[in-house]
């Protein structure tokens, strides 16, 4: 099957005098394009020194491979040791009361952690872009877009967060045929809980990154997602942790704790959408951003499920400690490749189409990592970090004394393994998911990076625990797999 692409990987240092969109573009996409048209129109009436700005978009960073590299290494590196701390928190509270009576907790784990993805990075992509393209150069215009998105973000964790708990609910029945409803008020209460504090202060981080980015000239798609994921997981399990252990102690004393907090963080989202319908852009996300969110909370739910049974095992309850650093490393570095294909199009792209456009073949893995363009520079890129860098966490978490599993070179050869081939395919995903949405009339800031991070959430669970799997049976166990 073809699709068209908004431009070939050798075409890209070519800017295009006009991209060819899809006259086709269903009405979701339609929306988005008013909504910008009708911000950016706003814009002008509001600061006529605005109007030459939007009028010529401010010229691309021009970047090398170094300069990728030299951009993306703390900010990866920064959030690797970030992943490693929640895994060696997910180490230790796998033990805790509240994970081993109610196991359903583990399966909330990768839907919550996957809203860095689904929502932080997001957020990200979305500002990121907007102060590439200058539409953060005002101070109003800032205000405006930060205020809309951080409402919106908030909405969405409220929303995210219930739905996860009744995944974890469905997922937690029906292999054991057991329902109960204190367990099932307490996943509630607490994944929502979760959701909505760490979203605020993720978001909060966000903007002050990609506003200091701007200011000191670095591209804010090199930096904020990997920040964003920094802290992200840290602070998310430890709220997950701690939250769901407070709950839990109060399932003995008191029948309404639990109920009271879920409602009172639902009661809050009218107020959310109110002050998120203010702003044309994401008025437009909050009506028709649901399905990347909510498919991708699902995708990610059924990780946790893997997870779950994987690490209810006690032969396997090694794999706890690295799951966020796999799941996290490869979300971060997919989410970054998304961004910057993102924003290349935004930056290279008018709004108006061709009638007719030429349909091209999709990317294949050698446009994708050995084209010359820029975006195949980055691939390549981040696909280099992926092993030295695994490399280095590994040795963190083994020098910490954290997990159960020591590092012997079968067990690091077999991780490394999972872990390339996890980036391989979602790098090659994010080329092609980025561009097809783009011709569908879907801004990809919005649609592509929560696919993108819930699929490396399910492929990096799923690879660890077949790798886990293979050693038991090859015989690598004596305290290496399991303890």
Known sequence: MSFPLAGDNDQENERPDMVV???RANAKGQREEDALLENASQSNESDDTSTDQSLVPPAPLKETSFSIGLQVLFP??????????AGMVLDIV????????????????????????????TLASRLSTAANIGQMDTAKDMWKMIMGNLALIQVQATVVGFLASIAAVIFGWIPEGNFKMGHAVLLCASSVATAFIASLLLGLIMIGVIIASRKVGINPDNVATPIAASLGDLITLALLAGISTGLYKELEY??????MV???????????????????????????????????????????????????????????????????????????QASRISTYLHMNALPIAEPNPAPRKCPTPWSTFFGSGVNSRSARVLFLLVAPGHLVFLYTIN?????????????????????????????????????????????????SIPYLTALGDLLGTGFLALCFHVLWLIGDRDTDVGD
């Open 21 to 23: 969109l899809d006259c």
């Open 76 to 85: 990866f590196l920064l959030a690797g040791f970030g992943t490693v701390a």
């Open 94 to 121: 796998q033990h805790w009361t509240v994970f081993t009576e109610v196991t359903e907790v583990f399966i909330l784990v990768p839907a919550l952690l996957g809203l860095k993805g689904n929502l932080e990075m």
């Open 254 to 259: 008191n029948d309404y704790a639990n109920p």
């Open 262 to 336: 879920c409602a009172f963080f639902v009661a809050l989202t009218p107020i959310w959408v109110l002050i998120a319908r203010r702003t044309p852009s994401t008025r437009e996300v909050l009506y028709s951003g649901w399905e990347p969110v909510i498919i991708a909370m699902a995708i990610s739910s059924v990780g946790g499920l893997i997870l779950d049974k994987t690490v209810s095992n006690p032969n396997f309850a090694g794999m706890a400690v690295f799951t966020p650093v796999i799941n996290g490393v490869g979300g971060n570095l997919v989410a970054v």
């Open 399 to 447: 020098s910490m004394q954290g997990g159960h599993t020591t590092l012997t070179s079968v067990f690091v050869a077999f991780y490394l393994a999972a872990a390339l081939l996890q980036v391989v395919i979602l790098l090659y995903l994010a080329d092609w998911m980025v561009n097809w949405m783009w011709h569908r009339g879907m801004d990809p800031d919005n649609f």
